[in-house]
Structure formats: C-alpha cells, structure tokens
C-alpha cells in the first residue's frame, strides 16, 4: 500500500484559518466596488476641477473685471485695457450721461441698460471701460462694481450668465463690445429674452452695455429678407428692428471735426510727456489722419503712439 504523501508548509498554510484570513482570495466580486469607488473619486476631482460655479462666485471680490466663456467659465482680468476718463475728447455729452446712469446703479437706484452706436473708433468701448473705472476710484472694495464682458459670438450664453450673477451680493456691468447680428443669425433672440427680462426679469443687480456700428443692430438685408419671406412682415421686422428700442438708453457718437481730432492728439501729447512744438504736432496730426483716411480717437491714439516710439516716451499709465 502506497504512503500518502506528507503535508507541506504550503499545503499547510492554504488550509490555516489564519492565513486565508490574512490573505482573502481576490474575487470579481470583491474588487468590482473598490474600482468603481476609485472611478467615480476620479470622475468627481475631474468635474470639480473644471466646474467654475462656486470658485466664480467666491472670487468676484478677487478682481473687479472678468471675461465669460460660454463653458461657465468666468476669468479674471487683473488689468483692464483702458485710457483715462479725462483723455476721452469730442464725447462730453455722451460720457457725463452714461457715468450719472452708472452712478446711479451702482448706488442701487433704478437705470437703464445703455446702446453706445455709431462711427468707428470714437471712444465707444473706451467710454465704457473708464466709466467703469471712475465709478470705482473712491469706492470701498465691497461696493465696486464689476466688468464682465461677453463676446459677441457667445451672446447665446447671456440667459446663463445672468442667472449666474443673479445671486451675487456685487453689481455687474455686462458689456458686449461691437454688438450685430448678420445673415440667418438668431443669437439676437437671447438677447431680446434678457432685455425684456422674461418672468424673473432682469436681475436688479445686473445692467448691460453693448457698442455698436448700427443703430438697429442688425444688417438692413437681414431686415429686407425678413420681410420678403415672413407671412407677416410688418411684425417680423418690426421685432427685429425694435431690439434696439430694448436699451433705455441710446447714446450716438458721430465722427470728430478736426479741432476735436487735434485735441485728442494734444490731451495724450500732454498726459504721457511727449515734448513737441504744437505747430510741428499739428502738422504731423493731420498728415497721419490723411495717411489713415479719417480722423478719431482711435486714429488719434494711433499716431500717439508713433510719436512716442519715434521719440523715445514710454507710454506709462495706459
């Protein structure tokens, strides 16, 4: 009769309690949970990283200018673009309106949301980012307002950014810059829901700044089409057309005579110290504006800047 074959350490340890104990056999079943905890911690991290909600809304007393991006996203601009209110020349009528409108919603009283329109390079945008900054100068961190700008082509966005804002303690200018809608585009009719405000209406602490070339916004063969194929075509263009009659406040900027144009020119020789003889600044002013085919502010700042390179100024303080 043949000897069974003695017990080894090995055999011995598979069969000790202890040791299964120390050691449990991995299963499907006892590892699925643990990889699908670590999938869903990983999947968690992801979207908190990439969701802005709660970190845009604790960080607006972090700056007082952001850019929106249409994933909800709200980046802070720690230094806005700008020129001085006081070097803004040719447009009094139009600045001391929009700053008292500004004043006024910033002290929590009732304004209108603002359509600057008109001729190319006339300070439009430039107005709105010093008003801006005016308003602000003497005012405690708590009560400041905030720029956020929306571009053009993500204005489908603006219910959303709205309802983001809504809930915030700070007041917001929403500011679209060069503000049109071109061929079949119908991005205008979330503008048109926020300005007419819908049930919730326009949150109080919310106003919106929009430029334009146009006065109507939209392109006049977007409104000739409209009523070539609209069964009713007196409304249809009378919606479109009325987008603009949504503002409360039009201001119209026109373009600069030439004593404006040179005072431009002037007011920034004279700001940023650019030493120069006024007949000979004159001259050279009015030979660049002829070069360029127009005259203002922009153009003015244009040859600005020429001159200072040419003559060594640093422009400190833009």
């Known amino acids: 009769m043949s000897k069974k074959p003695p017990k080894t350490r090995a055999r011995a340890a598979r069969k000790s309690p202890s040791a299964a104990a120390k050691r449990p056999a991995a299963t499907p079943e006892h590892d699925t949970p643990e990889r699908i905890a670590r999938a869903l911690e990983a999947i968690a991290a992801q979207l908190s990283a990439a969701s802005p909600a709660s970190d845009a809304i604790s960080s607006f007393a972090g700056a007082d200018a952001f850019?929106?991006?249409?994933?909800?996203?709200?980046?802070?601009v720690p230094r806005v673009s700008r020129v001085d209110l006081g070097l803004l020349k040719g447009i009094d009528r139009m600045r001391d309106i929009l700053i008292e409108n500004t004043e006024r919603f910033a002290d929590g009283l009732p304004a209108n949301n603002a359509l600057l329109w008109g001729a190319r390079g006339m300070g439009k945008s430039s107005l709105v980012k010093a008003t801006h900054a005016s308003i602000n100068l003497n005012r405690k961190p708590a009560d400041r307002l905030k720029l956020i700008?929306?571009?053009?082509?993500?204005?489908?966005?603006?219910?959303?950014?709205?309802?983001?804002?809504?809930?915030?303690?700070?007041?917001?200018?929403?500011?679209?810059?060069?503000?049109?809608?071109?061929?079949?585009?119908?991005?205008?009719k979330s503008l048109k829901a926020v300005l007419e405000g819908g049930i919730e209406g326009r949150p109080e602490n919310v106003i919106l700044y929009a430029t334009s070339n146009r006065r109507h916004l939209l392109a006049r063969d977007m409104i000739e089409n409209e009523r070539s194929t609209a069964i009713n075509p007196g409304e249809a263009v009378e919606e479109k057309v009325s987008l603009s009659d949504r503002f409360g406040l039009w201001l119209g900027f026109h373009r600069c005579s030439q004593d404006e144009?040179?005072?431009?020119?002037?007011?920034?020789c004279g700001h940023f110290g650019i030493r120069i003889a006024d007949e000979e600044l004159e001259h050279e002013a009015l030979e660049w504006s002829t070069t360029r085919g127009s005259r203002s502010g922009r153009v003015a700042w244009q040859f600005t800047q020429e001159l200072a390179g040419r003559l060594g100024v640093r422009l400190s303080g833009k």
Request: a negative charge; aromatic letters at 14%; proline letters at 5%.
């Open 261 to 268: 144009y040179l005072a431009m020119v002037k007011g920034y």
């Open 149 to 188: 700008e929306i571009h053009r082509e993500d204005i489908e966005s603006l219910p959303a950014l709205m309802d983001r804002l809504r809930a915030s303690d700070f007041h917001f200018i929403v500011f679209c810059d060069d503000l049109s809608f071109d061929g079949n585009d119908a991005s205008y």
């Open 67 to 76: 850019v929106w991006h249409p994933d909800g996203r709200l980046a802070p």
